[in-house]
């Protein structure tokens, strides 16, 4: 040991076995279980389409992300997930901006993101399916939200910076021209179909990186607390209550004392898979850093968070447009009357659910108009 050369002193703690570790390395895998825990929890309330809940994981997300903790590359590519995530929720609110050029629109912004996830899609035709979707739906919301001016310019951007196929080009010019929101080709590949093969890619990724091990180590501690309260329960009913005025046993006293005790049990399972390795924590530069520097939540702060698609406890009633009646027709001559999820699934009702359609379809034979 060279005595005259510099000595590092790194702060320690006392670990559970009385052995003193690291706190920096310690720091580092408890903040790798957060991001997994809360890239998770995101993932979850997309597919809730909950964005309220995805908000505020979303900024949780981010401060843990973007901190200077060293992210590995398995990290890495979660975050350019949940900038995917971030503007197909944001996909409809085109006063949200996250590039610099503002008549760039939320899934315009998607579609440079996805590029990057390209060798992290195993399945090439699910890759393929989504990256069409967004192009499509790129267009359609423009139109949907009344404005075919941004829905050509949009166009005019697919064609000079993304690989837009010439047969789709074409078709989407058709439908810029005609500046028609409920096109059969927006209606064939709506909103709803990019969702589902968005959470076909998770369901996919989440299989092969679970990112699951803090979330399977809380169920561990609510299923305990549950069998304590039920074994607690069935112990106060099998213990007869004494008269009044009888003064209670000894016997009875320890068993009363012996319940409101609370044994020591084992937070985590000592079953573990995979065991953590100092070298984990190291940053990896083997995927992509194009992404690096993209915001994972949009760049315009003015704007409030779009409302939460799911449906709430009182629901307002909306009158019905001429384009949804149009829309419900069409899907009957298809499918058939009573084919309402079908339907649903094909067109753009909003926030409307099957029994609506049943119920509009029914108003609409009672007064002709079918």
Known sequence: MDVGAPQETQAVISSTTGAQVNSAEVESVAKS?????????????????????????????????????????????????????????????????????????????????????????????????????????????????????????TLQWLEKETSLPEKLQRKLSTVVSKKDAYDQLLTRFSFNHLLKNVNSFLDKFLKKHPSDFLFKAASKVVQVHQE?????????????????????????????????????????????????????????????HRTAKLKVSRRSSNVPPPQQSSTTKYRSRRKWLNEEDKCLKAGVRKHGEGKWCKILEEFDFGNRTSVMLKDRWRTLKKHGKV
């Open 33 to 153: 279980w957060m991001i997994d825990f809360s890239f998770l929890s995101l993932c979850c309330s997309y597919r809730e389409q909950n964005a309220e809940k995805f908000s505020k994981t979303l900024k949780m997300f981010e401060v843990l992300i973007d901190d200077d903790y060293q992210i590995q590359d398995n990290q890495q590519i979660q975050r350019t997930i949940c900038c995917l995530l971030s503007r197909i929720m944001d996909s409809k609110n085109l006063d949200a901006h996250y590039d610099l050029n503002k008549k760039v629109t939320p899934l315009m912004s998607a579609i440079s993101v996805w590029e990057c996830l390209k060798d992290t899609v195993d399945d090439a035709v699910l890759y393929n399916n989504v990256e069409n979707l967004l192009f499509i739906q790129c267009v359609g919301v423009c139109l949907e939200k009344g404005n075919p001016q941004l829905a050509a310019h």
């Open 228 to 288: 304590r309260t039920e074994k607690t329960e069935e112990a106060g009913q099998d213990t007869e209550e004494p008269e009044t005025g009888t003064p209670l046993k000894p016997e009875a006293n320890a068993v009363s004392s012996e319940l409101n005790l609370r044994p020591k049990k084992k937070l985590f399972s000592t079953k573990i898979g995979q065991h953590w390795k100092p070298e984990s924590t190291k940053k990896q530069q083997s995927f992509s």
